[in-house]
C-alpha cells in the first residue's frame, strides 16, 4: 500500500531512490525496503517525504490503486472532474470545488479568461479586498 504510492510518487516527481534517500537523509536500501513493503517509514519520515512529493499525508498512506496513486494532484491542486455548460452558458460548480473554496448560493464570482489558457473563476470578495489593498498602498498606508 505505502510502499506502491512511495514507488509512484517518486517516480512522478522524477527522482531516483538514491535522490529520494538523499533527501529524506536514509539509505537506498531504506527506500527500496519501503517500496517493497518490507518495512514502513516512520511518521517523520512520512511527513518529510509530503513535503517533497508535494502531497497530503492522507495521499501518501492511503490504499489505492496505481491509477489513483497516479491521479493525485500537489498539495492545494485540485481537479473536480467535469461539468456540462448549459443552454444560456450556466455551469454547476462540483459540491467538492464549492466546499473547499467556502462558495455559497448567491454569491459573487469573477469571471477570467484568456484565449490561449483558459477561463479562471475568482471569489467576488477576493477581488474587492485585492482593490482595498491596492487603493492603501496608493494611499501610502
Not at 509530503?50 to 491542486?77: H, N, T, W, Y
Not at 460548480?93 to 467556502?102: E, M, Q, V
Amino acid at each position: 500500500m505505502i510502499g506502491m504510492n512511495i514507488r509512484i510518487f517518486r517516480k512522478k516527481t522524477g527522482m531516483t531512490q538514491e535522490q529520494l534517500a538523499e533527501a529524506l537523509s536514509v539509505s537506498r536500501q531504506t527506500i527500496a525496503k519501503w517500496e517493497n513493503d518490507e518495512v514502513k517509514p516512520n511518521i517523520e519520515d512520512c511527513m518529510k517525504m509530503q513535503e517533497v512529493f508535494d502531497v497530503s499525508l492522507d495521499d501518501l498512506v492511503k490504499d489505492m490503486s496505481e491509477e489513483e496513486a497516479d491521479m493525485i494532484s500537489p498539495r492545494g491542486k485540485h481537479i473536480f472532474g467535469l461539468v456540462t455548460v448549459g443552454e444560456r452558458g450556466q455551469i454547476v460548480l462540483p459540491k467538492k470545488a464549492r466546499d473547499i473554496f467556502h462558495i455559497r448560493p448567491g454569491e459573487k464570482l469573477l469571471v477570467l479568461g484568456d484565449e490561449n489558457q483558459g477561463i479562471a473563476i475568482v471569489k467576488g470578495d477576493v477581488i474587492e479586498n485585492f482593490a482595498r489593498y491596492v487603493m492603501k498602498m496608493e494611499q501610502g498606508e
